[in-house]
Structures are given as C-alpha cells and as structure tokens.
C-alpha cells in the first residue's frame, strides 16, 4: 500500500487531479510522510476498509458525524487543517 487510497481520491476529487494539494493534506495529518505512507495512514487505511466492508455486507450501519463548525462556516478540509486558502 503505498497511500491512504480512499482519502487520496477524495481529495483529488475535491481539488482536481493534477493538484499536489492531496499530498500536502496527507502530508500535515500524519498520515505520509514525504512519499511513504506513516503508520498512521496504514491504519486509517485498514479503518476505512473494514467499515466499507460492513456497509456493502449490511453488517454496520453509515456512521454521520454532526456538521462541525468549521463546515458551517463553508471552510474546506484544508483551510481547517493549515488555515490557509488554496486555490
């Protein structure tokens, strides 16, 4: 496993594909470092898997987290991680 692949493609979708800015977010969160994937992103990783693996099984439901703050106010994930603004 080289990176968090579901959370790559999410941020790729969000900041389009040819953007480095997915890699800086994974970069800041812990979960690589440089181009290796941290302990910590092998085991969102391994989360991510085993939950998708219930939903599609029927086993668990969807887990919703409450709409933070931060989202109300309309900022973006990486806003709220370096506060700054990409574009």
């Keep these: 496993?080289?990176?968090?692949?579901?959370?790559?493609?999410?941020?790729?979708?969000?900041?389009?594909k040819d953007s480095s800015i997915p890699y800086k977010i994974m970069n800041a969160r812990g979960l690589m470092r440089g181009s290796k994937t941290?302990?910590?992103g092998r085991k969102a990783e391994e989360k991510h898997e085993l939950h998708s693996s219930a939903r599609i099984s029927g086993l668990g439901g969807e887990v919703r987290r409450p709409a933070t703050r931060s989202r109300r106010q309309g900022k973006s994930f990486a806003e709220n991680l370096t506060g700054k603004r990409y574009k």
């Design 1 to 16: 496993m080289t990176m968090p692949k579901f959370l790559e493609k999410k941020l790729k979708k969000q900041y389009g």
């Design 38 to 40: 941290t302990e910590k």
